[in-house]
């Protein structure tokens, strides 16, 4: 049912590498968001945002970017990975706080 | 503020019980909506029903069942007979638009484990 994809599902690089996690979404929602959750804990929201040229940060500090060129994806990067970034990334959308958000399936992202 | 207190943070039950997930949330906003989410250990977090604030009708499908009480300002979930493959993180969130925001509040998860 989810048309919301996030490519890799798995990421394993080195510290200070430059990362970008790609999620697309194909449903036209102008509503997206990026939570970080460590393996089965809570969801803290990063990023939000409410369309192209929108992007805002969420209510846990996050030392990653997101841009929103395109109504359809919502790109989050990490100039310089560290350790302490590694956790499980979703993206989720929606097309306002009246429906459900959809999840993508996540990218796990270990960073040695 | 908008807050989802899910106080429950492991439930274990047998095979065949009743489980309740409690989900107890605060906001100002007149109009809300409440969710529940399912997450197995594949990660993907699965949508299992949506209420409004309107609408306190208690809901079920299949073994499951909500409990909406704008009085107490909860929104429990009960799985009947529960089965294993009902062990899952299940999510309590809460959305609104409150100062033109459009955030989705989660809880902090309730871990139920199901045992043969």
């Known amino acids: 049912e989810a048309d919301i994809y996030q490519t890799p599902r798995y990421l394993v690089i080195g510290t200070g590498k430059k990362i970008t996690l790609e999620c697309s979404q194909t449903?036209?929602?102008?509503?997206m968001y990026w939570y970080q959750q460590d393996p089965g804990m809570e969801l803290h929201l990063i990023h939000y945002s409410y369309g192209v040229n929108s992007t805002e940060k969420g209510d846990l500090s996050s030392e990653s970017t997101v841009s929103r060129i395109r109504t359809e994806h919502f790109p989050l990067t990490l100039e310089s990975a560290r350790p302490s970034h590694t956790s499980q990334y979703l993206c989720?959308?929606?097309?306002?706080?009246?429906?459900?958000?959809?999840f993508g399936s996540g990218t796990q992202l270990s960073v040695l | 503020a908008q807050k989802v207190t899910q106080a429950q943070t492991e439930i274990s039950v047998v095979e065949k019980e009743d489980v309740t997930l409690d989900c107890v949330y605060e906001?100002?906003?007149?109009?809300?909506?409440l969710f529940w989410y399912k997450q197995p250990p594949s990660g993907e977090l699965v949508f299992l029903i949506r209420r409004n604030s309107f609408d306190e009708q208690n809901e079920i499908s299949g073994r499951y069942s909500w409990n909406f009480q704008k009085s107490t300002s909860s929104f429990n979930f009960t799985i009947t007979a529960s089965q294993v493959v009902d062990s899952a993180v299940y999510f309590c969130?809460?959305?609104?638009?409150?100062?033109?925001?459009?955030?989705?509040?989660f809880g902090t998860g309730t871990r139920l484990k199901v045992l043969a």
């Open positions: 449903m036209g929602h102008d509503k």
């Open positions: 989720a959308s929606s097309v306002g706080p009246r429906e459900k958000l959809f």
């Open positions: 969130a809460l959305s609104g638009t409150t100062s033109g925001t459009y955030k989705y509040i």
């Open positions: 906001t100002r906003d007149t109009t809300y909506y």
